[in-house]
């Protein structure tokens, strides 16, 4: 399938392994196509908090993107008892479990 790379500038690609949203075009993360310049992460974040060192370069937009994915799955109570559940089944005190997020 060619790949829109969304800058118009018809240099579009190949990608056999692509993620399609509904409508059959590749998903395109938020902030990963420049339409000129972007906010960082540092920028819009109030100066009273912290921001680690390896977001403050990031576009603000796909911070906020991975902050609402994260949030959703993580309050996905149904989900998460799921996951629970089927590791109770195969996991035992013998075990080791490498966790990778």
């Not at 990608?15 to 972007?38: L, N, Q, T, W």
């Not at 799955?73 to 089927?86: C, G, L, T, V």
């Amino acid at each position: 399938d060619v790949c829109d790379d969304g800058d118009g500038d018809g240099d579009e690609s190949w990608d056999e392994e692509a993620e399609y949203d509904d409508a059959g075009r590749p998903y395109v993360p938020p902030a990963s196509v420049s339409h000129g310049a972007k906010p960082t992460f540092a920028q819009n974040i109030d100066k009273n908090f912290i921001v680690p060192r390896r977001l403050e370069d990031k576009p603000y937009e796909l911070i906020e993107a991975a902050n609402d994915w994260h949030y959703a799955m993580m309050n996905d109570h149904p989900r998460n008892e799921f996951y629970k559940s089927a590791l109770e089944g195969v996991i035992t005190r013998e075990s080791v479990v490498l966790e990778i997020g």
